[in-house]
């Protein structure tokens, strides 16, 4: 059978306010003149729906870009990796067949674009131009992934002298479901709630999904806040084909208020990161034009200078600009569902996947015809990025590692992400009056060619153009991991051999014992080897004290927090406590020290400074008031990080739940139970070993329960000038804490700070809760300094409002985080704290907490 083909015209002037709920594929595709390729199957042949009729899933969108694969040569479909749900990435690479047939040549030509001592021998007037595009990585903003399908579908299917031109001079990168599972979530709920008949009640169940929302991932995690720390799967799988191609133009599909105009990049003006490369905004103004012209051809309105801000580099469409591309943010309102009306605004789905669509194809049409400006704004980036490195006073870092073996490989992680490179320290040295050993310190050159991205991953930044921001001020990652650093002046004669990964310490597994043996908790990894050895049923004890304990002539000395197991109190032989210990302690990951006698030196082992502790059985509390997403890293943690088990128990089963199965509830949000659960709740609170451990204003719900009178710090009464109306809508950086790295004093005796080596540690706070002054003793173990601000934006009445003041506390029943202690799940450092309220609730101080 001969091949038909037909021309379509499609009229671009459709009218938004149609009266029907579906539309035809026309309506999501390209003005323009040309022919349609009849082997190519539409969404519809394909799926039984056109784009914007039904929310399609994510099982869906992976068969019909596999399709696509398929059945056009235009196409190179790769699948990298999978989500936590066992869902597959997939990508897909558009060009033309002449390009695809030398697509090995083409990326490598993109990637010397990022190479100064190469790239000035390119032919820029050759070479294509590389975009990339991402939908919907926040699962309930659905319209990117649905647009995706019209928009692949067109650059398979099209035919004649624009979509060749298109492919010719470009490289076109899709990922068409940033967020699989969210995805998937939001489709199936949207899908299985829809009435029919046409509901457009705001209040009705479609657009009502309850929490956790499928914006996040399966932890709950917003991934569009992981570009730069690589944390989840999604992201670090995306990044990998990413830095393979190193795009020029990178678009990031979202939605926001389903009564906003539609939003296209540039975004605030004054809230600018110094270190993204000069003439980024010139470029994104001028590609902003393109969207403006698409958007207003049927009359619709926009707006690109307000709300979105650029300053947070760690954003599908900030990220880029540290890589010389221009990154584009598109928010979309949001139909939440098929067709809903807000506040007498209709909002009809099939209009809102025609904006992102239409946003695509200017974003081609842009790419395109600046072809050569983007490449050559990439290739100078890279060029002005070595002249800062060359001419810069910092030319690396040096870090110290303490033998946390586990924590250096969270770092080489984040590092390698980014396709940075770290190196051992070739010899001991002293830097600034610290010493730097060559076994546990390394080299973090900055003459590299992400130079920029280990500035932006390792500055403090105090200084600030403005002081609204859309997300975060601060984010040293250094600083979040409780790391011994120092910038360097020189490296010359400092780096060592490259670290292509970290291994475990693989100490010598501990010769035979019948006393008992000891381990220090000052790597990471000792947590999952005391859950194991707990799990396995091994009687544990922690010493709340410093000893010196003498074997073969030598002393050997360990710090608080030290892990003692007793042989004679196992209840088995001596030779199988050992061989668990060498089970359990996998490839010597940990150095457990054999002891011959309890004999000590200040005191011996069969003291009560050697205290027993039981296996956390561990409850997180959701439910109406829970704080999902700062929750959800703590599941992240505690799940994938220590394999430790968490039951996430919502709140209305309080009330039938039998507590006494666990010994450690999690409260972080603001909830409000009825009296019989909270009566409930503080008997369960008085039972020897169990513990709260709560965080930010679940402080309020303590107080209900009744196990605390913890009152939040007031502000003292100043007579401000009056505002004017636009002043004090604008006003709202001089009140809130949008996120700051604060420095903190601490008392390395209290078994929360077991296993801290420094004499401070980092705080992130974000919002401003604050903590009046205790009135009991013992039970504030962590304080804000007196100088407090490290890195971000602070007013200065909030810099007041937290100096000083308690940040964490530990009593009677409680242990209280002010600040979330795993933000964003690379907050290394005081995650050690959260999992020492786990591990040691039993040891901490009995009197309640009180503040004045």
């Known amino acids: 059978m001969s091949k038909i083909r037909f021309i379509i015209i499609v009229l671009f002037a459709v009218c938004l306010q149609t009266t029907a709920n579906t539309q035809e594929l026309s309506y999501f595709l390209p003005q323009g003149n040309y022919t349609l390729n009849p082997d190519i199957p539409t969404p519809k042949q394909f799926l039984g729906f056109n784009p914007g009729e039904h929310h399609v899933s994510h099982d869906q969108v992976l068969f019909y870009m596999r399709e696509l694969a398929k059945k056009s040569s235009r196409i190179i479909a790769k699948e990298i990796g999978v989500t936590y749900e066992n869902r597959p990435l997939i990508f897909l690479i558009i060009s033309s067949e002449a390009n695809l047939g030398k697509i090995d040549e083409i990326q490598k030509n993109q990637l010397?674009?990022?190479d100064p001592s190469k790239s000035s021998s390119l032919n820029l007037n050759d070479m294509p131009v590389v975009m990339w595009f991402g939908y919907s990585v926040h699962g309930n903003e659905a319209s990117g992934v649905n647009a995706s399908l019209a928009v692949a579908y067109y650059l398979a299917a099209a035919e004649g002298n624009e979509i060749e031109q298109i492919l010719k001079e470009s490289v076109i990168i899709i990922q068409p479901a940033q967020n699989p599972d969210g995805i998937q979530k939001f489709a199936n709920w949207v899908n299985s709630a829809r009435s029919h008949s046409g509901v457009t009640d705001q209040f009705s169940r479609e657009f009502r999904e309850p929490a956790p929302s499928s914006r996040s991932n399966h932890y709950w995690f917003d991934l569009n806040r992981d570009w730069l720390l690589g944390q989840q799967p999604e992201t670090f799988n995306r990044m990998k084909l990413f830095m393979d191609w190193h795009p020029v133009l990178v678009n990031d599909y979202h939605e926001q208020g389903s009564t906003s105009n539609p939003y296209f990049s540039p975004g605030l003006k004054g809230s600018v990161n110094e270190i993204v490369?000069?003439?980024?905004?010139?470029?994104?103004?001028?590609?902003?034009?393109?969207?403006?012209?698409?958007?207003?051809?049927?009359?619709?309105?926009?707006?690109?200078?307000?709300?979105?801000?650029?300053?947070?580099?760690?954003?599908?469409?900030?990220?880029?600009?540290?890589?010389?591309?221009?990154?584009i943010l598109y928010e979309m309102p949001s139909s939440r569902g098929h067709h809903q009306i807000v506040n007498g605004v209709t909002v009809k789905f099939p209009d809102i996947v025609r904006y992102q669509a239409m946003c695509s194809y200017s974003a081609i049409k842009a790419g395109i015809e600046k072809r050569i400006e983007l490449n050559k704004y990439k290739m100078d980036a890279y060029k002005e990025a070595s002249n800062m490195a060359s001419k810069g006073l910092t030319k690396g870092y040096i870090i110290n590692g303490e033998g946390d073996k586990s924590l250096m490989k969270e770092l080489l992680h984040i590092l390698s992400v980014h396709r940075i490179d770290l190196f051992t320290l070739s010899k001991d040295v002293i830097i600034n009056g610290k010493k730097f050993d060559a076994l546990s310190s390394y080299i973090l050159p900055l003459d590299q060619k992400e130079y920029r991205i280990i500035r932006t991953l390792f500055d403090k930044l105090t200084h600030y153009v403005d002081t609204t921001f859309y997300d975060i001020t601060a984010w040293t990652l250094p600083l979040a991991m409780n790391l011994n650093y120092q910038p360097l002046t020189t490296t010359v004669g400092l780096i060592g051999s490259k670290v292509e990964r970290i291994n475990g310490n693989n100490y010598s597994q501990p010769e035979f014992s019948n006393v008992g043996y000891l381990f220090e908790i000052k790597d990471l990894g000792s947590y999952n080897l005391l859950y194991s050895l707990q799990n396995h049923g091994m009687k544990i004890k922690v010493s709340d004290m410093p000893f010196t304990v003498e074997k073969g002539g030598n002393k050997y000395s360990f710090d608080y927090g030290t892990i003692f197991i007793p042989v004679v109190e196992q209840g088995i032989s001596p030779d199988v406590v050992h061989q668990k210990l060498i089970e359990l302690n996998q490839q010597g990951c940990i150095q457990i020290f054999a002891v011959h006698t309890s004999m000590g030196i200040e005191f011996d082992l069969g003291s009560s400074h050697f205290?027993?502790?039981?296996?956390?059985?561990?409850?997180?509390?959701?439910?109406?008031?829970?704080?999902?997403?700062?929750i959800g890293e703590l599941w992240h943690l505690l799940d994938q990080k220590y394999k430790i088990p968490a039951s996430i128990i919502d709140a209305s089963m309080l009330p039938e739940l039998d507590l006494s199965r666990y010994n450690t509830i999690v409260l972080n949000g603001n909830y409000r139970f009825p009296k019989?659960?909270?009566?409930?709740?503080?008997?369960?609170?008085?039972?020897?070993?169990?513990?709260f451990i709560a965080i930010d204003q679940a402080f309020a719900t303590l107080n209900e329960i009744g196990i605390t009178d913890i009152k939040e710090k007031q502000?003292?009464?100043?007579?401000?000038?009056?505002?004017?109306y636009i002043d004090n809508r604008y006003n709202r950086g001089n009140t809130s804490i949008s996120g700051v790295i604060l420095k903190a004093d601490i008392d390395r005796g209290n078994p929360l700070l077991y296993g801290v080596k420094s004499d401070n540690i980092y705080l992130f706070k974000r919002g401003r809760t604050t903590i009046s002054e205790t009135s009991a003793q013992f039970t504030t173990p962590v304080n804000y300094s007196k100088d407090p601000l490290v890195s971000g934006y602070l007013s200065a009445s909030n810099l007041e409002r937290v100096k000083g003041m308690p940040a964490v506390f530990t009593g009677r029943g409680a242990v209280y985080f002010c600040d979330n202690p795993y933000f964003r799940a690379y907050w290394f450092g005081t995650s050690r704290l959260f999992m020492n309220a786990i591990f040691f609730r039993e040891l901490m101080p009995n009197a309640m907490i009180q503040t004045r």
Do not use: C
């Open 611 to 630: 205290q027993r502790i039981t296996m956390p059985n561990i409850a997180i509390i959701i439910g109406r008031g829970a704080s999902y997403s700062p």
């Open 676 to 691: 019989d659960v909270n009566d409930k709740l503080k008997s369960w609170s008085q039972m020897t070993g169990n513990r």
């Open 715 to 724: 502000d003292q009464k100043v007579v401000s000038p009056q505002l004017n």
């Open 112 to 114: 010397l674009l990022t």
């Open 277 to 327: 490369p000069s003439g980024n905004r010139k470029l994104t103004e001028e590609i902003a034009l393109y969207h403006a012209d698409a958007i207003t051809s049927d009359g619709s309105l926009f707006f690109t200078k307000e709300v979105y801000d650029n300053f947070y580099p760690g954003k599908g469409a900030s990220y880029p600009d540290l890589l010389g591309a221009i990154g």
